[in-house]
T-cell receptor, first 113, second 111 residues
Framework: AQKVTQAQTEISVVEKEDVTLDCVYETRDTTYYLFWYKQPPSGELVFLIRRNSFDEQNEISGRYSWNFQKSTSSFNFTITASQVVDSAVYFCALGDSNYQLIWGAGTKLIIKP | SQTIHQWPATLVQPVGSPLSLECTVEGTSNPNLYWYRQAAGRGLQLLFYSVGIGQISSEVPQNLSASRPQDRQFILSSKKLLLSDSGFYLC??????????FGPGTRLTVT
């Protein structure tokens, strides 16, 4: 069965701290895609990144970085020097062979000033 | 560039009343379209998806239905709302690939 687990329901850190959001997935597909989305308080989901299963290079975009490890079936997301504007719910998702996304339950990130 | 619109932004409806939520996409052709529901503080539940006009796949049995009368228009409907239909409804589109792009959502409260 395909599944995405975000074990951290809620994380609270003080501004400027680094924070890592965990994502563990299960799939039998050899080709698949992994995603991260951000949902700020306004509600609209914002696409952050897509990673292909055959590309294990880590990705960095400004303060955001993603660590994809097939050996542990994980796709973790790190925010460096967090800011209050990073406060949101973050979702990890797995793309299956039918172009559907299997979503994790989300991690609520609270950045305190 | 592509834009996705949803309306209304908020809606309060009594139990037993009908529902019609509309989603339109601009700037792309033949998109895959999706309706999701998100209960308060919960994750996303896929309700319907469509790969073309008149082609609707339902993921969850319920009293909701969806239609795609035009290539870039996706409508979510109900004949009689239930209290359990309350939630945040999100429409999304994707090209023939994976990334889904979401609209601003509709907050529905059934009273």
């Amino acid at each position: 069965a395909q599944k995405v687990t975000q074990a951290q329901t809620e994380i609270s850190v003080v501004e400027k701290e680094d924070v890592t959001l965990d994502c563990v997935y299960e799939t039998r597909d050899t080709t698949y895609y992994l995603f991260w989305y951000k949902q700020p308080p306004s509600g609209e989901l914002v696409f952050l990144i897509r990673r292909n299963s055959f590309d294990e290079q880590n990705e960095i975009s400004g303060r955001y970085s993603w660590n994809f490890q097939k050996s542990t079936s994980s796709f973790n997301f790190t925010i460096t020097a967090s800011q209050v504007v990073d406060s949101a719910v973050y979702f990890c998702a797995l793309g299956d062979s039918n172009y559907q996304l299997i979503w994790g339950a989300g991690t609520k990130l609270i950045i305190k000033p | 560039s592509q834009t996705i619109h949803q309306w209304p932004a908020t809606l309060v409806q009594p139990v037993g009343s009908p529902l019609s939520l509309e989603c339109t996409v601009e700037g792309t052709s033949n998109p895959n379209l999706y309706w999701y529901r998100q209960a308060a503080g919960r994750g996303l539940q896929l309700l319907f998806y469509s790969v073309g006009i008149g082609q609707i796949s339902s993921e969850v049995p319920q009293n909701l239905s969806a239609s795609r009368p035009q290539d870039r228009q996706f409508i979510l409907s109900s004949k009689k709302l239930l209290l359990s239909d309350s939630g945040f409804y999100l429409c999304a589109w994707s090209a023939q690939g994976y990334e889904q792009y979401f609209g601003p959502g509709t907050r529905l409260t059934v009273t």
